[in-house]
């Protein structure tokens, strides 16, 4: 289990998809987004509500989370809809980025084409035009190393961190093991495992930036005069047995397994070569950290769940997976893997770990999830803000 079935993209990056993105670079073109991808077959919608009247800061993170987006491999071509020109977020300079990637993209202006009727016809050609030029993409078998590899859990429960956790580690160390790298992120819901997160970092300076960026948004958080322990455990993690975040959170940081922590990286950015785990500063909001991971670049994604959760990034396939024998049952519509035979003693850690792997591969050359088979594509996508309006 060391190879899988990708597109090669010109970059040399490899998707485990093909998909034509629409996306929205403001709020005020969703609408056009929307219908341009009703209209086109293979298509993937991307509308969020941002893009405009936002503070620098947050300008630059949904800028980066659009781009990130856009290159992401799974992605094999894009167009990009604008309402106007907001400087910092322009429909001009996400495609100016996501050109370098060699994947053909177009950019639709509302306004200048006269109004959203035209630059909705305009779209959908321009639409039609990258999907049959796409669609003549073939997989290609490519070695495990190719794969960025996501990380997340949600609807934690005292099953979580006995379980499908630590399991989802084992696959995390042999994706690494195989030259590959994974991702680690929820900042708040690491808080309190900094201590054994730092003592597998490589070296004395990653080690110090994991405990500087936890503790960072922990700060943060604390100067909105709320405390984090007011709200995390949440209402479910606490029915779930969890009673600290401590507790939680020692859980949840199994999910980076044994493996060395190579770097600490910003929300949307694509981590180093290198083989390994990096932790990437996201909160803990579960679709504002899988929408960052996927703008890292991860192909694939884990997601580890104790009571059961419907979530789902739109380009990138999340496989969630479950410890918990009542949820694997009543949510059997949503899960993708049943392991609730750890706890019943019938399947150990390794290898709950080598049947991720084996699901993560088959996913990674095609299979579709069953989020994908439902098509819910919009429970996942989520940009992360800093501060308020303007």
Not at 6 to 16: C, E, K, M, Q, T
Not at 59 to 88: Q, S, W, Y
Not at 242 to 264: M, W
Request: aromatic share 6%; glycine share 12%; net charge negative.
């Amino acid at each position: 289990m060391d190879k899988f079935w990708g597109y090669l993209n010109p970059d040399g990056s490899v998707g485990a998809r093909n998909y034509l993105l629409i996306l929205s670079s403001t709020l005020y073109a969703n609408g056009a987004v929307e219908r341009v991808a009703r209209s086109v077959f293979g298509t993937i919608p991307i509308i969020h509500p941002l893009g405009r009247a936002q503070t620098k800061s947050d300008i630059r993170f949904t800028f980066n989370t659009l781009v990130g987006t856009a290159k992401n491999p799974n992605v094999g071509g894009v167009v990009v809809l604008d309402h106007f020109r907001e400087e910092g977020c322009t429909a001009e300079e996400i495609v100016e980025k996501v050109a370098k990637t060699g994947k053909p993209v177009e950019m639709v202006n509302l306004r200048n084409c006269g109004g959203t009727l035209e630059a909705t016809n305009a779209a959908i050609r321009a639409a039609m035009a990258i999907a049959r030029k796409i669609s003549l993409r073939r997989r290609e078998e490519v070695p495990l190393a190719k794969l960025l590899f996501g990380l997340n859990c949600g609807t934690s429960d005292t099953t979580s961190g006995l379980s499908s956790n630590p399991a989802l580690g084992h696959c995390s160390d042999m994706i690494v093991a195989a030259g590959g790298r994974s991702i680690l992120a929820e900042l708040t819901e690491l808080m309190g495992a900094e201590e054994w997160l730092a003592s597998k970092a490589i070296n004395k300076d990653v080690a110090d930036k994991i405990w500087k960026v936890i503790g960072d948004f922990e700060q943060r958080i604390l100067q909105t005069g709320e405390d984090i322990r007011g709200t995390n455990p949440t209402g479910d993690n606490i029915a779930g047995g969890l009673s600290t975040i401590e507790e939680k959170s020692l859980g949840a940081a199994k999910k980076s397994g044994s493996a060395t922590i190579q770097g600490v990286v910003d929300w949307a950015e694509n981590p180093p070569d290198k083989p390994g785990v990096y932790l990437m500063a996201t909160p803990g909001h579960g679709a504002e950290s899988i929408t960052g991971i996927a703008a890292g670049g991860a192909q694939v994604l884990v997601f580890s769940t104790g009571g059961g959760h419907t979530i789902s990034h739109p380009i990138m396939p999340t496989i969630k997976v479950t410890g918990n024998p009542f949820s694997a049952k009543f949510m059997a519509d949503t899960l993708d893997l049943d392991l609730s035979d750890i706890l019943e003693g019938r399947l150990s850690l390794e290898e709950a770990g080598r049947l991720i792997l084996r699901e993560v591969i088959e996913t990674a050359s095609g299979k579709p999830t069953k989020s994908e088979l439902l098509f819910e594509h919009n429970t996942g996508f989520a940009i992360h803000r800093i501060g308020m309006s303007t």
